[in-house]
């Protein structure tokens, strides 16, 4: 048990996540006392670590010339919150002998910095040098960084980012949930009777959107979940053609649909969605290894994920992602390394790699991976670093990374494509340069303004509760998007 004791609320954020990072197994306990001497307590069951006003001063000396150059430091309680996070960080790693990759950062955009820094003018020679030093993190996280903004800002100049915008459709069922998975979905036969009423619900919300922003240019749609696939294929066919109704594709980029799951998966549903008109497609196997499908509750074989991906090639899919998750329960590095043999027999034209995030809300827990962190990190970065290069021999490039919290191992999640295959609406989750508006349960509307201020609207997340206030949820919409 790790016990911290903060100054104010504004330094509990940082503290507990930095704190986890290190120490991921370790259950952290966080409290605020205003009254406390030091900025920062934090207590182990072998002594203490203490930031206070000295600690932060001293090490604001050492860094004379460079104060206030931080990106987000544009005032004094901004530079203490990142001087108290830097001495924290330095702490624990003279206390574990480690280093964390992306060092103090714990957003979960990272590439945002590098994204703004290009923007402003920053080479590569400029950039690294200052990011490493400025957060503590990775020349190799650092360079990865500068080189996916460049990638998606060449990406994004085919979007019209003040007229444009683009859709996400959530279907929140699956085959069944696996252990991992934080997602507001649920296993498709404990919805069997309600799939008819969320269908009416969604789309009736469609058909508010298609009427009040039809006047704007729709550039990427996303239809995701769940497993948009656990559908019938009637069921789909019906929901596919409301939004041909709704939502003209004159101006449309990319659609998509994450076919996800291969026991979802059946020649009469890519057939439908072949006729629709879909140029993207996800098949997710996560890993080629069956013990782990066992584990982590895939109720299929590896010869099902190989099967559903030579279907869709046979069909004429020639935009096909699958995904992979480093850090699996009971997987050595030996296990990526046939799981990427495997997926380079199959070459998708796109690979995303997710490092494993453990979710209060999954069925798996810290508990279920193995306790030594210093391990943990070991074996991901090296999985990672197979990842990379197998992406790199297959010609894929990353075009975006994202974080989340609670990710074994403090790494990430990147995405690899062939040329002119890349995900154009996963750079757009990312980056937030253009409005994304979502319907269905759970999902979550980003209005963007032209000055960059972003608004946000929710759906609720439970599906009995979408179908019965979907009036609620539409009126929310209608006053996110009134001009």
Same mark, same amino acid.
């Given at each position: 048990m790790i016990h911290v004791i903060c100054k104010s609320e504004a330094y509990t954020y940082n503290a507990y996540h930095i704190i986890k990072a290190f120490f991921p197994s370790e259950e952290v306990t966080v409290r605020t006392e205003e009254e406390a001497s030091r900025y920062l307590t934090v207590r182990f069951s072998c002594g203490e670590i203490a930031v206070g006003k000295e600690q932060v001063k001293e090490a604001a000396a050492c860094r004379a010339e460079d104060r206030g150059a931080g990106l987000f430091r544009e005032n004094e309680k901004s530079r203490i919150k990142y001087w108290i996070d830097t001495c924290l960080y330095h702490e624990l790693e003279k206390m574990t002998g480690r280093t964390l990759a992306w060092g103090i950062l714990t957003g979960v955009r990272p590439t945002k910095i590098a994204m703004q820094k290009l923007e402003a003018g920053w080479d590569r020679e400029t950039f690294v040098p200052w990011f490493l030093k400025e957060f503590c993190v990775s020349r190799r996280k650092a360079e990865l960084s500068f080189e996916i903004a460049v990638r998606e800002k060449e990406l994004l100049r085919e979007l019209d980012c003040e007229e444009g915008y683009s859709l996400y459709v959530g279907i929140p069922f699956c085959p069944s949930v696996c252990t991992y998975c934080s997602f507001s979905s649920g296993a498709l036969a404990d919805?069997?009777?309600?799939?008819?009423?969320?269908?009416?619900?969604?789309?009736?919300?469609?058909?508010?959107l298609g009427d009040a922003y039809g006047h704007r240019k729709l550039n990427t749609l996303y239809i995701g979940g769940g497993t948009p696939t656990t559908l019938a294929a009637s069921e789909l066919d019906d929901l596919l053609d409301c939004i041909d109704r709704y939502f003209p594709r004159e !101006? &449309?980029?990319?659609?998509?649909?994450? #076919? =996800?799951?291969p026991d979802s998966i059946t020649r009469e549903k890519l057939r439908v969605l072949k006729d629709h008109g879909i140029t993207r497609i996800s098949i997710n196997p996560q890993s080629m290894q069956q013990k782990t499908l066992d584990v982590i509750g895939r109720r299929h074989r590896v010869e099902d994920i190989v099967e559903a991906y030579g279907i869709a090639r046979e069909m004429g899919f020639d935009n096909i992602n699958m995904d992979l998750i480093a850090g699996l329960p009971g997987e050595e590095a030996s296990d990526m390394a046939d799981t990427l043999k495997q997926i380079r027999k199959l070459a998708p034209d796109s690979l995303t790699v997710h490092s494993l995030a453990v979710k209060r809300a999954a069925k798996m827990g810290f508990g279920d991976l193995e306790p030594d962190a210093g391990k943990v990190s070991r074996t991901l970065s090296e999985m990672i670093g197979m990842a990379q290069e197998t992406a790199c021999q297959m010609g894929l490039s990353p075009? !975006? &990374?994202?974080?989340?919290?609670?990710? #074994? =191992?403090?790494?990430?999640?990147?995405?690899?494509?062939?040329?002119?295959?890349?995900?154009?609406?996963?750079?757009?989750?990312?980056?937030?340069k253009q409005t994304i508006v979502a319907c269905g349960a759970g999902s979550v509307s980003k209005r963007v303004y032209p000055d960059g201020r972003i608004e946000r609207c929710e759906n609720v997340k439970d599906v009995a509760s979408f179908i019965e206030r979907i009036d609620e949820m539409i009126e929310r919409k209608r006053k996110l998007l009134e001009d």
């Open positions: 919805w069997k009777d309600r799939i008819g009423d969320y269908l009416d619900a969604l789309k009736k919300e469609l058909a508010f !101006y &449309l980029l990319e659609y998509t649909v994450e #076919a =996800g799951r075009y !975006y &990374l994202y974080r989340q919290k609670n990710i #074994a =191992g403090n790494f990430e999640n990147v995405g690899y494509a062939k040329e002119g295959k890349a995900g154009i609406y996963n750079i757009l989750i990312m980056e937030e």
